[in-house]
Structure formats: structure tokens, C-alpha cells
């Protein structure tokens, strides 16, 4: 079983469309939880922290769920932008990341 | 200036031949590491280091070295390249003091290995 799991996707949504994804982790002890967003042939980059308190940035919003070692991403009002392959990242104590295999996202006109 | 360049951005090599891979930081990290990307498996972790004198394999080493020549510099090799080392490849840094913000990664280097 992988460290980080997510599904793949990919999801295909029209514009306007609230999506979610959902990621889940198995080490108990991980200590800090992020998503990145990678766009087609680049380097991923940081999208936004997660907290278990939620954290929303415009059409963002992440949460943390600890007790269920899950963490999800809702994304409202999708944009064509907003097409990428989304990753979650989960940070052992020891600093070292550990990656999810990504979501795909596609927004259709 | 990329606060991380890698160089080359795309190389193709023949089986059997030694590759390096350069990756450079203005950030003033002191952890960078390696990491590559294959269809349907996310990143996977190859080498890092924290400081200049710290050197640690990561999940997949094997077929793999690396260097850190300065706390700037971190060079990944391929000793003899496989076909199977075709491969998107990132170097990234962080900030130990800030382990909770996430990495900083090149722009990547497309290999393949014919």
C-alpha cells in the first residue's frame, strides 16, 4: 500500500463546477500537509497548506481530517486554468516529503 | 534567475553511458534533494542531503549518485544509464527552519536513455 494515495482521475468537469478530491495517508505520525499543483511537463508548485482548522484561499479550500488520515481539496467555480494534475504531499517529521501519484483535473468550456 | 536551475532541461542518451544532472539554488537552503517523476507513480525521492557533509539515500538510489559539491550545488549521476532511467527528473530545495512551507523545485530535466 502506498504512503500517500489518491485517485487519479482524471476528472472532467464543466466550467463553473465545484470538484473535490480526496487523499489519504497511512503514517500516523506525518507531521505537516500540503497541495501542489503541477501543470503538464513542469515543476509542481505549492498551492496551499492544510490544516486541520481548513484553510481557504478564493476558490480553495483544504481540510484535515487526522483521526481518518485524510485531506481533501475543493476547488468552487472552476476556471479552464484550474486544469492541472493536483498532488498531495504529506511531510514525515524527519522533513522529507512524500508525494501522492496526483489527480488530474480537466475543465471543459 | 530560477531560484533553482537545473541543467540540462532535456537530454537523450545512449545505454551504458555516464550522465550527470546539475541542479543550482540562490535560495541558501541547506536540504536539496532529487526526485523523479514517472507516469502513474507521482515523484519518488532518489537522494537528499541537509547539509554540505550529509549525504542519504532515498527510496530508489540504487543505479544512482550524487554529489553536493557546495551548499548551492547538487549534482545527481547515472553511472551507466538504462532505458528504465527514462525519466522527468527534479531537483528541489527547503529551508530546514521552514519545513512547514514546502519545497522549492527546478523546472526539471527530461532524460531518456535509448
Known amino acids: 500500500r502506498k504512503e500517500v494515495e489518491q485517485d487519479p482521475g482524471p476528472f472532467n468537469v464543466p466550467e463553473g463546477a465545484t470538484v473535490a478530491f480526496n487523499c489519504t495517508y497511512s503514517?500516523?505520525?506525518?507531521?505537516?500537509f500540503f497541495w501542489y499543483r503541477q501543470d503538464c511537463r513542469k515543476e509542481p508548485k505549492l498551492l496551499m497548506s492544510?490544516?486541520?482548522s481548513g484553510n481557504e484561499d478564493g476558490r480553495f479550500t483544504a481540510q484535515l481530517n487526522r483521526a481518518s488520515q485524510y485531506i481533501s481539496l475543493l476547488i468552487r467555480d472552476s476556471k479552464l486554468s484550474d486544469s492541472a494534475t493536483y498532488l498531495c504531499?504529506?511531510?514525515?517529521?524527519?522533513?522529507?516529503?512524500?508525494f501522492g501519484q496526483g489527480t488530474t483535473l480537466q475543465v471543459k468550456p | 534567475d530560477a531560484d533553482v536551475t537545473q541543467t540540462p532541461r532535456n537530454r537523450i542518451t545512449k545505454t551504458g553511458k555516464r550522465i550527470m544532472l546539475e541542479c543550482s539554488q540562490t535560495?541558501?537552503?541547506?536540504?536539496m534533494y532529487w526526485y523523479r517523476q514517472d507516469p502513474g507513480l507521482g515523484l519518488r525521492l532518489i537522494y537528499y542531503?541537509?547539509?554540505?557533509?550529509?549525504?542519504n539515500k532515498g527510496e530508489i538510489s540504487d543505479g544512482y549518485s550524487v554529489s553536493r559539491q557546495a551548499q548551492a550545488k547538487f549534482s545527481l549521476s547515472l553511472e551507466s544509464a538504462i532505458p528504465n532511467q527514462t525519466a522527468l527528473y527534479f531537483c528541489?530545495?527547503?529551508?530546514?527552519?521552514?519545513?512547514?512551507?514546502?519545497?522549492?523545485f527546478g523546472s526539471g530535466t527530461r532524460l531518456t536513455v535509448v
Open positions: 528541489a530545495t527547503s529551508d530546514d527552519g521552514q519545513i512547514g512551507y514546502g519545497y522549492t
Open positions: 492544510v490544516y486541520s
Open positions: 535560495k541558501g537552503h541547506d536540504r
Open positions: 504531499v504529506v511531510i514525515r517529521h524527519t522533513g522529507k516529503l512524500i
Open positions: 503514517n500516523s505520525a506525518s507531521q505537516s
Open positions: 542531503s541537509f547539509d554540505v557533509k550529509d549525504i
